[in-house]
């Protein structure tokens, strides 16, 4: 199973979370592929997160943009507002599989939060959320979902209070409860396995855009938009159209206040190589070559890495 893309991902952590990691990678190798288990995933996709969503042609935003045909592949309808759903009850069934019996993540704008909370509350799992104390204000209503369906949040009060301080803490917590707690990380971060896991899950996205763009106009499209956060959204839009050289890819990244300012989050533009929650990417790094402070007004794309 690969572990690098290029020279970036990889699993940069200490001894006793590479054996966890080790059970992870055994186990997802194992089930991704079980004919009950994508039978059971596939179940909940369509039966209980409501899948296929539509790909809708935004005919006014076509004309405004001048012609070129937009669609918008609409994960907004999925259940709980998002796409996050696709990968929970990948990973969750997945836990369920390896005898776990809690569950903790991390959530920036608090989809992916809302999500995990959600199937917990489904498969009776205890979960605990972590979630930066801006974050929180900022997404109170979400807080109050994750709440309303039982799960704890636990905010994160170190450096900026966003996403890579909720990542650090809910990356300690999952160490010292290892034993009986699933990590559902829910970008295409971290330490080897968890990008492919992440991938695997949510490319179900492109799988099903493909198919209804070639069924709507007989052709592969142009180009694939997505915006890039932690990238979860991005790499499902973008997984099936890999290998098809005639298709653009396009992240679409935070610029905030500008690119001329410290006040942005375009790591993949002016980022340099580093390592950050276990594997090599791209951060913004300051003048001693750590990780800088980003900034996005969107929860979520103000993550330092990509």
């Known amino acids: 199973m690969k572990q690098t893309f290029g020279s ?38 369509t039966e209980y997160a409501g899948r296929e969503t539509p790909l809708y042609l935004a005919e006014r935003f076509t004309e405004y943009c001048g012609g070129a045909k937009i669609y918008l592949k609409r994960e907004d309808l999925n259940h709980t507002g998002a796409h996050k759903l696709n990968n929970v009850l990948g990973q969750m069934l997945l836990a369920k599989r390896m005898g776990k019996k809690k569950v903790v ?4 704008a608090g989809q992916h939060g809302v999500a995990t909370a959600t199937i917990a509350a489904l498969l009776n799992m205890e979960c605990i959320v972590f979630m930066g104390k801006e974050d929180m204000h900022r997404q109170a209503l979400n807080v109050f979902r994750m709440e309303m369906l039982g799960s704890k949040v636990v905010a994160a009060l170190s450096g900026t209070q966003t996403l890579k301080e909720a ?21 295409a971060v971290g330490p080897h396995p968890y990008p492919t896991i992440v991938k ?4 179900i996205i492109s799988q099903e855009s493909k198919a209804q763009i ?7 499209p142009n180009a694939i938009i997505a ?4 990238g979860s959204n991005a790499i499902g839009s973008f997984a099936e159209y890999i290998d098809d050289k005639d298709v653009r890819l396009i992240g679409a990244e935070a610029a905030g206040k500008g690119l001329d300012t410290k ?14 929650h276990g594997m090599k990417t791209l951060c913004v790094l300051d003048e001693n070559k750590e990780v800088a402070p980003v900034y996005s007004i969107s929860p979520g794309l103000d993550y330092p890495g990509v």
């Open 214 to 220: 070639l069924k709507k106009e007989g052709r592969l």
């Open 263 to 276: 006040m942005h989050a375009a790591t993949i533009t002016l980022g340099e190589t580093t390592v950050i």
């Open 227 to 230: 915006c890039v956060g932690g």
């Open 8 to 45: 970036f991902g990889g699993a940069y952590v200490p001894e006793n979370l590479a054996l966890v990691l080790k059970e992870l990678e055994d186990a997802f190798v194992t089930y991704k592929d079980d004919e009950d288990f994508r039978k059971e995933y596939m179940y909940y996709l």
């Open 200 to 203: 695997e899950f949510q490319r």
């Open 105 to 108: 993540a991390e959530t920036g």
């Open 167 to 187: 990542v650090d803490e809910a990356l300690v917590y999952w160490i010292e409860h290892a034993e009986d707690t699933f990590y559902v990380l829910g970008s």
